[in-house]
């Protein structure tokens, strides 16, 4: 039962627009929320994220929104830029942080010109 | 900082052969992960180690699955006998106890049994 789950596999949008990723989450354990940024051939590197007490974290053309009642996040890239085109992984954890991360199985984000 | 670093990037091997992956985390992390990556299961994690010591190993798949932290700086992940559906990526990633964020990844294996 997939805990974390990321429900578009892929998304194409133009150079310049808003990109916006969702993840679900079914564990009400889980009180922090990663994002991760994978490119091919590469292991997944640190993006962004946001502690559950806060509905919203913002660094640069980043922002991560947390919504605890629906268990819903989402990833906005203002604007999407060429190099943002890569597969992202949503991530989340309990337990203070010691544990290990749950992962979305991704979502192929395609930055078109 | 060379990051984690993992070894080999590339594993070819027989089905039934032994299959020993390496792991050197990041200087100073205390605390370090294996995660295995497959188009069905996503990233899933399938052990890990605080100060060298396996804390939670639900996650290893069959009794054929092994890892080892015998100091600070190395582990291993070993398969045996390894089959063809063990094929995947397999990332080693480190982090230090304090704070929430903080996971690193190394570049990961690709294994592949045929």
């Known amino acids: 039962d997939q805990q974390v789950k990321q429900n578009s596999p892929s998304l194409s949008v133009q150079e310049g627009r808003i990109s916006i990723l969702n993840c679900d989450y079914t564990?009400?354990?889980?009180?922090?929320f990663l994002w991760y940024k994978k490119y091919p051939a590469e292991g997944p590197t640190f993006l962004i994220s946001i502690s559950s007490i806060k509905d919203k974290n913002e660094d640069g053309r980043f922002t991560v929104f947390l919504n605890k009642s629906a268990k819903h996040l989402s990833l906005h890239i203002v604007p999407s830029q060429p190099g943002d085109s890569a597969v992202y992984f949503c991530?989340?954890?309990?337990?203070?942080?010691?544990?290990?991360?749950?992962f979305g199985k991704g979502t192929h984000l395609i930055i078109q010109p | 900082d060379a990051g984690v670093i993992q070894s080999p990037r590339h594993e070819v091997t027989e089905m039934g052969q032994e299959v020993t992956l390496r792991c050197k985390p990041i200087s100073g992390h205390n605390s370090l992960f294996w995660y295995r990556q497959t188009m069905m299961r996503g990233l899933e994690l399938l052990i890990y180690f605080n100060n060298n010591v396996p804390i939670d190993d639900s996650g290893m798949p069959e009794d054929r699955f092994s890892a080892k932290m015998p100091n600070a700086s190395f582990s291993t992940l070993k398969i045996q006998p390894s089959e063809p559906r063990d094929s995947a990526v397999y990332f080693c990633?480190?982090?230090?106890?304090?704070?929430?964020?903080?996971?690193?990844f190394g570049s990961g294996t690709r294994l592949t049994v045929v």
């Open positions: 990633a480190s982090r230090t106890r304090t704070g929430r964020g903080g996971y690193t």
């Open positions: 564990n009400s354990m889980f009180d922090y």
């Open positions: 991530a989340a954890n309990s337990g203070g942080g010691a544990d290990g991360l749950t």
